[in-house]
């Protein structure tokens, strides 16, 4: 049973450009959050999504926008990208609606440096 | 406001010393839920446990032990005979059934020396 798999593993962007990350949740999982943790910090929420519709979000710019697909597999994308978007970002999925809480299994993150 | 401190930003022992890691939460939810995560050097967040806010029973896992406390609103990690391994970043979390968010601490980088 695979569990939360992101790709890339890594990626190197320039100010300015757009970026697409890919999340997989784990099997039979049907949402999924995102989270992004800059270095030396906590992981921040960013949004979630279930039900192909984003149903929660942090305090984030618009510049983040995501997807859900009908299998749950879930992009985050962030556009005109600044230097402080450097950071790890996790992708986490779990179980249900957001007035109950279920675990949230995390993947192992795409690192995104911004030069 | 929802928040979670980890006061301690690094601590360092020896192996064998037992380690208490701190965090302290602020919610005005009557339910929540308490979390604790260890973060390797690999990136991936490793679920260690979770409590629900009416659950204060103190919880025993090999080598690991967490205190909870709502009158003083803490949720304690005690490492108990450290061992090398456990060097990690250790992350306390907050969930309120309110807000729908995974609220984080900002961490604490424990380092075990042979």
């Known amino acids: 049973d695979a569990g939360v798999t992101q790709s890339p593993t890594h990626l190197i962007k320039t100010r300015g450009q757009q970026v697409t990350l890919r999340c997989s949740p784990k099997s039979g999982h049907d949402t999924v959050s995102w989270y992004q943790q800059a270095l030396g910090q906590g992981p921040q929420f960013i949004f979630q999504?279930?039900?192909?519709?984003?149903?929660q979000r942090g305090n984030f710019p618009d510049r983040f926008s995501g997807h859900q697909f009908p299998n749950y597999s879930s992009e985050l994308n962030v556009n005109a990208l600044l230097l402080g978007d450097s950071a790890l970002y996790l992708c986490a999925s779990s179980l249900g609606t957001l007035d109950s809480y279920n675990e949230q299994f995390f993947g192992p993150g795409t690192r995104l440096t911004v030069l | 406001a929802q928040k979670v401190t980890q006061a301690q930003t690094e601590i360092s022992v020896v192996e064998k010393e037992d380690v208490t890691l701190d965090c302290v939460y602020e919610t005005r939810d009557t339910t929540y839920y308490l979390f604790w995560y260890k973060q390797p050097p690999s990136g991936e967040l490793v679920f260690l446990i979770r409590r629900n806010s009416f659950d204060e029973q103190n919880e025993i896992s090999g080598r690991y032990s967490w205190n909870f406390q709502k009158s003083t609103s803490s949720f304690n990690f005690t490492i108990t005979a450290s061992q090398v391994v456990d060097s990690a970043v250790y992350f306390c979390a907050l969930f309120s059934s309110n807000t729908g968010k995974l609220i984080f601490g900002q961490g604490t980088t424990l380092q075990v020396k042979p």
């Open positions: 999504y279930y039900e192909e519709e984003e149903r």
